[in-house]
C-alpha cells in the first residue's frame, strides 16, 4: 500500500493553554482508504511519543519499513481501511512534518529550539480540529491511540464532544502518574546533559545523540516487560561465547538497546523529544477539578478502554480509575484488560484481540457500514 | 553510637575471576558489638551497590546522618549488636575505601581509571574472606545483605560453604535478568555519554557528575514502586501553584530525582557505578552449569530468602526460582515474601518484619546466644 503524507498549514494564530501563540501551524498527516458520501466512516489514529503520520503502508516503493501501526491498519485489518477513512497526523511539537522546535520560525527566519512554546496534549489535539474542518468533516466515529494517542483521544472526548461518536483508548491514562513523570524527566536530563544539546540550539551544530540515544533506552526499557526481556534476551550473550571482563556490549540485551538508542536519534530531534514528553506530564483531565470524574460531565462518546495485563508503565489501574470516572458519569464504556507478556508494547502488537475488539466496538457502533459484504479487491469497491 | 572506620591493606596479590591480578587490596571496613569468646556471633552484613563499610552509627560526632543500615543495626534491632559481633566492608571496585578504579596503582602511581581490571562478586566475597581470616573468625554465625548483598551472602554459601552457617538474602537473586542488565547498561551508557568521563581518566579534571547524576536517577525509580511514587509525591508541584510551561522542575518527584541525583555525585566515583554495575551483571550463579540447582550442590548453610511484593527490580519470582534451587538441594530454606509497596528500597525500610524475621532466625540458628539475658547496658554485658 503506497500512500503519501500530506500537509496543510494554517495561516492563523494559534493560542496555546500556556497563553502563547503560534503565528502559524502546519501539520502533517496521511488518509487512507475512503470518505464515504455522508462522511460518517472517518476515524482518527493519535501517535504516542515517538510516532509520526505514517501510520501504514510505504511512502515510496524504497522503504524498507511500513508505518508505525502497520498491522493495525489495512484492508481487512484492525482498523479496516475497506470499511474506513482513516487520518492521522503528526503532533505540533513534534519533528515528522508538523511545527515544532526544529520548524523556522517565520517571525526570526531562524529554527525555534527552545524558544518553541511548551504545548500540551489539549493544544495538539485542538490543531487536529482544524485538520478535521480543513477536510470538511464533521463528526469521527471514532478516535484511538495508545500512550499518549490514547490521552489524545480523551481530550477529543472532552474537548469536542459532540466532533467524537466514540473513543477507544489504549495502554493509556487520564493523568501521567507520578512514576512516568520521573521516567520522562530522567530521560530529558539525559538531554539536556549532553553538552551537544546547548540549551536546545543545536541546528547548526552537532546534534545531542548521545544524550538523545540514552533517553531512548530508558524508553525502551519501560516499553517492554520484565518477562519479554527474559524470553526474547534473557542473559545471552551477542556474538561472544564468554564474558569479556570489560565493558564493551557483550549481553544481548545491551546490544539491542544500544541499537535501538542510536537508530533514534536519525530520526528524532532531541528538542521534540522534551516537549513531548512535556506535554505527556503536563496530561492531567481532573487538573483544577475536584475529581476525575468531573473532567467528563460533558462527553458523550462511547468509550472503549483498553489495558495489558504486563504494562507496568501505564499499568491497568490506571484504565480503571477511568473507567470508574466514565462509569460515574453514565457513560456507555467497555473495559478490557488484556492478558499479554509484551509490556507496554502490546497495544502495538497485540493486533488478533484488537482486531476482534475494533470489529465488535465498531460494528455495534455503526452496523451500516459493516452491512456492506466486503469485496476482495477493496480498489473495486472504492473507486 | 560513635564508630571508626578501619582499614587493613593485604600486601598480597589477588588473582580475579577475569584472570587479572590486583597487586594489593586495601578493605575499609567496620565492626559493631563484641566478638564472643568461641567467635561464634560474627555476622557479615554485605552492602548494595551505593552502600560502604558504614553500616550504622556515627563515626563522628559532627556527621548529619548515620550509617545506610541503621534502622537494622544496634542494640535491641534486627542485627542486635547486644548479642551478636557485626562486620561491614567496603566492596573492591568501590570508592569508599576499598581499593578501586580511583585507588592509585601501585605500578605506576596514578589512578587506576580504567585499567582497573573488571572484577566480580565472587571476587569481591574472595577478599571478604581474607578479612574474616585476618580478624580470626572461622565460621560466620550469618552472611546478609539486600540487593547486591544478598549476591554476595549467595557467593559467600557456595564459594565457603564451611566458613558461613547461614544465609539472609533479601530482595535479590541468584542471576541478574535481563531488564535489570538493561537498566544497569542504561545507567552506564549516561556516564560514557558524559565528556567528562573521558573514558574513565577524570581524576585530575572535572568528574563526569551530569551523568552520574542521571545514572542514579534511573536507579531511584526502580529502587522505588509506582505505588510509594504515588504516595509519596503523586502530580504535586514543587513550590509552585501552577504549570510554568517551561521546562525548569516543576512537579515534586522531579525536584526529589534532581536532588538525589546531584547529592550522589558528591559522595560516589562514576568508574566505581561502572565497576559495581557490571559485577552485578556478570553474577549467575548457574553460568556453565546445567541448571541454577547444581550451583548449590556443596552448599551447608541454613537459608532465609526474602522477597518484597512491589519490589519490581529483583521481583518475587526471582527469589522464587532460588528457593526452588535450594530445596532441590534439601537445604534448610524459609521464604518470606512480604508485603510492601516500598518497592526495592523496603529491604531497608521494612526493619521491623525483618527483625521479627531476624529473630525467629538466629534464635533457632544459635538458641545458646539468646538465652543470655540481654542487659540494658551492652557495654557491662560485654565488658
Known amino acids: 500500500m503506497l500512500v503519501q503524507t500530506q500537509s496543510v498549514t494554517f495561516q492563523r494564530e494559534l493560542r496555546l493553554q500556556s497563553g502563547a501563540v503560534l503565528p502559524q501551524v502546519t501539520l502533517a498527516y496521511e488518509t487512507y482508504g475512503q470518505l464515504n458520501q455522508d462522511r460518517s466512516n472517518a476515524i482518527y489514529i493519535l501517535h504516542a511519543l515517538s510516532g509520526d503520520a505514517h501510520v501504514a503502508g510505504y511512502n515510496s516503493s524504497d522503504d524498507t519499513k511500513p508505518g508505525w501501526w502497520e498491522d493495525a491498519v489495512g484492508p481487512g485489518k484492525a482498523f479496516d481501511t475497506d470499511r474506513y477513512f482513516v487520518i492521522?497526523?503528526?503532533?505540533i511539537g513534534g519533528c515528522r512534518g508538523s511545527t515544532g522546535p526544529a520548524s523556522i520560525n517565520p517571525v526570526t527566519g531562524k529554527p525555534y529550539g527552545l524558544s518553541f512554546p511548551v504545548v500540551t496534549v489539549a493544544d495538539m489535539v485542538e490543531t487536529q480540529?482544524?485538520?478535521l474542518d480543513y477536510l470538511g468533516i464533521d463528526q469521527l466515529l471514532t478516535v484511538t491511540g495508545g500512550s499518549m494517542g490514547g490521552m489524545q483521544a480523551l481530550q477529543w472526548a472532552v474537548s469536542y464532544p459532540d466532533r467524537v461518536r466514540s473513543a477507544m483508548i489504549l495502554a493509556s491514562t487520564a493523568r501521567l502518574s507520578a512514576q512516568t513523570i520521573a521516567l520522562n524527566e530522567v530521560a530529558r536530563q539525559a538531554i539536556y546533559a549532553d553538552p551537544n544539546w546547548n540549551h536546545g540550539d543545536y541546528y547548526n551544530s552537532a546534534p545531542p545523540n548521545a544524550g538523545l540515544a540514552v533517553a531512548r533506552m530508558i524508553?525502551?526499557?519501560?516499553?517492554?516487560?520484565?518477562t519479554s526481556m527474559r524470553d526474547k534476551f534473557g542473559r545471552r550473550l551477542q556474538e561472544r561465547e564468554r564474558f569479556g571482563y570489560d565493558f564493551n556490549t557483550e549481553f544481548a540485551v545491551e546490544s539491542y538497546l544500544r541499537y535501538r538508542g542510536n537508530a533514534f536519534t536519525r530520526r528524532f530531534d532531541a528538542n521534540s523529544f522534551l516537549y513531548i514528553t512535556k506535554a505527556m506530564d503536563y496530561f492531567d483531565l481532573s487538573y483544577g477539578l475536584p475529581s476525575l470524574a468531573?473532567?467528563?460531565?460533558?462527553?458523550?462518546?462511547?468509550?472503549?478502554?483498553?489495558?495489558?495485563?504486563?504494562?507496568?508503565?501505564?499499568p491497568s489501574w490506571q484504565s480503571k480509575e477511568l473507567v470508574r470516572s466514565l462509569l460515574q458519569n453514565g457513560l456507555d464504556t467497555t473495559y478490557v484488560e488484556i492478558e499479554s507478556d509484551y509490556g507496554h508494547d502490546s497495544f502495538l502488537l497485540e493486533v488478533d484481540r484488537l482486531a476482534e475488539l475494533t470489529h465488535d466496538f465498531l460494528t455495534?457502533?455503526?452496523?451500516?457500514?459493516?452491512?456492506?459484504?466486503?469485496?476482495p479487491n477493496h480498489i473495486a469497491a472504492n473507486p
Open 88 to 91: 492521522c497526523s503528526n503532533v
Open 129 to 131: 480540529r482544524w485538520l
Open 219 to 226: 524508553g525502551h526499557i519501560t516499553y517492554l516487560s520484565d
Open 294 to 314: 468531573d473532567a467528563f460531565v460533558t462527553a458523550k462518546a462511547k468509550f472503549l478502554v483498553v489495558s495489558y495485563t504486563s504494562d507496568w508503565l501505564y
Open 364 to 375: 455495534q457502533l455503526a452496523p451500516a457500514l459493516h452491512q456492506t459484504v466486503s469485496t
